[in-house]
C-alpha cells in the first residue's frame, strides 16, 4: 500500500515560521527608524514642511501603497516562481531605503530647509514600493502556510516584528540623543532601515513553498477583470466589509496628528519619538500575539475588532489629552491597533478569498479604500490648518464608531459562513 505524502506538511509550515519570526524582527527593527505614527511626522516638521503635509503621511502612505496593487495582481496573475518574484519585488524597496539614507546622511546641511519635498519623494517611493510587494507578499505567505495554523503564523510573526521595533526604538533614542546633526541623525536611522530590509528579504530565501499542482490554463487579462468585477459587485460579505473599513480608514490621518498635535501642546523634545515607538511596538507585540490567538479561537472578525477599539481609543484619549502621560497612552492605544490589525487583516484577506485569488482580494481593499483615505486627508488637513482639532478628532471619532457598529452588526465573520 503506498503512502501518501501531502507535499506541505506542518513541519514545512513551521520551518517557515521559524524563518517568518526572524525576517519579521529585522523588517520591525528597521522599521523603527521609519514610523509613520511619529518619526516621518516630526521629520517632516523639522526640515521644514507645511504641518498639513505631517499630518497626511499616514493616510498618503496607505494611497501610495494602494496605487500599484490592482496593476501588480493582475501582471502576477499566472505566476509561477512565487519565491523568485517575493525576493525581486523586494529588491526594489531596498534600493529606495538605500537612497533616502544615503541622501539625508550626506546631504549638505545649507539645503535642509527646502529639502522635504525631495523627502516626500523618497517616502512615496517607499510606499509604492510595498504597493508592489503586497500582492506579491500575500500570496507568497499563502503558498508557504497551513490555513489552520495561520492566525498564529502572524501573530507570532507580527509580534517579533513588533519585538525589533521595540529594540530598534531604542537605537532610536540613543541617535536621537546623540551629538550628531539634524538631518544625518535621522540619515543613519535610513540606512539602518536599508541593512535590516536586505537582511529580512535574504531570509525568505530558505522558505519553503507548497508545489504547484494546478494544470489550469493561464487566466487571460478578460477573464482576470471579469473575475474582479464578480468580487466587487457579488461578494456581498466582502461589500460589508470594505464599508466598514472605509469609516476605520478615518484612523491614518489621525496616526499623522498625534504626535505634531501633542508636540504642539506639550512641547516635547523630539527624542520622545524614541519612547513613543518603544511603547507603541510594546503592545503591538502583545496584541499580534493575542489577536493571532483570538483570530484561530474565535474568528478574525472578533480580533480586528480589537484593532478599531484601540484606534478609537486613540482618539478619545487625544481629545482629553492634559499631561505627558495622555501622550504615552495615546501611543499604547496606536500599538494596540497596530499589533491587532495585521493578523487579522492578513487572515480577512484569506479567509474572504478561500485560498483562491488571494492577490486580487488584498490589491481590491487597498484600491477601494485610497478615494476615502484621500478624503479624510483633505478634510482632517483643512481643519488642521484652520486650527480646528478639536472638530477633526470629534469627526475620527464619529467614524471609528461607526466602522465598529458596521463590522459588528453587518459584517460575517467570512470564516463561519
Not at 22 to 51: D, N
Not at 54 to 82: V, Y
Request: aromatic share 16%.
Amino acid at each position: 500500500m503506498k503512502i501518501m505524502i501531502p507535499d506541505f506538511s506542518i513541519d514545512d509550515h513551521n520551518h517557515n515560521l521559524k524563518y517568518n519570526i526572524a525576517h519579521e524582527f529585522f523588517w520591525g527593527f528597521g522599521v523603527a527608524f521609519h514610523t509613520i505614527y511619529a518619526i516621518i511626522p516630526l521629520f517632516l516638521k523639522e526640515l521644514g514642511a507645511p504641518e498639513y503635509i505631517g499630518i497626511s503621511t499616514a493616510g498618503l502612505f496607505s494611497i501610495a501603497i494602494a496605487l500599484p496593487t490592482l496593476f501588480i495582481a493582475a501582471l502576477a496573475r499566472n505566476i509561477i516562481n512565487i519565491k523568485k518574484a517575493v525576493l525581486l519585488v523586494h529588491s526594489i524597496i531596498i534600493l529606495v531605503s538605500f537612497l533616502m539614507g544615503f541622501t539625508f546622511t550626506f546631504i549638505n546641511p545649507a539645503i535642509v530647509s527646502s529639502a522635504w519635498e525631495l523627502y516626500l519623494i523618497y517616502f512615496l517611493l517607499y510606499a509604492l514600493s510595498i504597493g508592489i510587494i503586497v500582492p506579491i507578499w500575500a500570496e507568497f505567505l499563502n503558498q508557504s502556510t497551513l490555513h489552520s495554523h495561520r492566525g498564529k503564523f502572524f501573530g507570532i510573526g507580527f509580534a517579533s516584528n513588533s519585538f525589533g521595533s521595540f529594540i530598534g526604538g531604542y537605537a532610536l533614542q540613543h541617535i536621537l540623543e546623540a551629538n550628531i546633526h539634524f538631518p544625518k541623525n535621522f540619515g543613519l536611522g535610513f540606512l539602518i532601515l536599508f541593512f535590516c530590509l536586505t537582511v529580512g528579504t535574504i531570509l525568505f530565501i530558505p522558505f519553503k513553498v507548497k508545489k504547484n499542482t494546478k494544470s489550469q490554463k493561464p487566466k487571460s487579462l478578460s477573464q482576470y477583470l471579469l473575475d474582479t468585477k464578480n468580487i466587487v459587485l457579488k461578494h456581498k460579505n466582502f461589500q460589508s466589509y470594505i464599508l466598514s473599513r472605509i469609516f476605520y480608514s478615518a484612523c491614518l490621518p489621525g496616526m499623522g496628528l498625534y504626535a505634531i498635535y501633542c508636540q504642539e501642546k506639550f512641547g516635547f523634545a523630539i527624542s520622545e519619538a524614541g519612547v513613543f515607538t518603544i511603547i507603541t511596538v510594546t503592545f503591538s507585540a502583545i496584541f499580534s500575539f493575542i489577536a493571532g490567538k483570538v483570530g484561530d479561537q474565535y474568528g478574525h472578525k472578533a480580533s480586528m475588532l480589537l484593532a478599531y477599539v484601540g484606534h478609537l481609543s486613540a482618539i478619545v484619549m487625544a481629545m482629553f489629552a492634559s499631561s505627558m502621560f495622555w501622550v504615552y497612552a495615546i501611543f499604547i492605544a496606536i500599538g494596540i491597533g497596530q499589533g491587532a490589525f495585521m493578523p487579522s487583516a492578513m487572515n480577512l484577506i484569506y479567509d474572504f478569498s478561500n485560498g483562491e485569488d488571494t492577490k486580487t482580494y488584498m490589491a481590491l481593499i487597498d484600491s477601494l479604500l485610497a478615494p476615502f483615505i484621500l478624503f479624510y486627508i483633505i478634510l482632517i488637513g483643512w481643519l488642521i490648518k484652520s486650527g480646528n482639532y478639536n472638530l477633526a478628532l470629534n469627526i475620527l471619532f464619529i467614524s471609528l464608531v461607526i466602522g465598529i457598529i458596521l463590522l459588528v452588526f453587518v459584517v460575517n465573520d467570512p470564516k463561519k459562513t
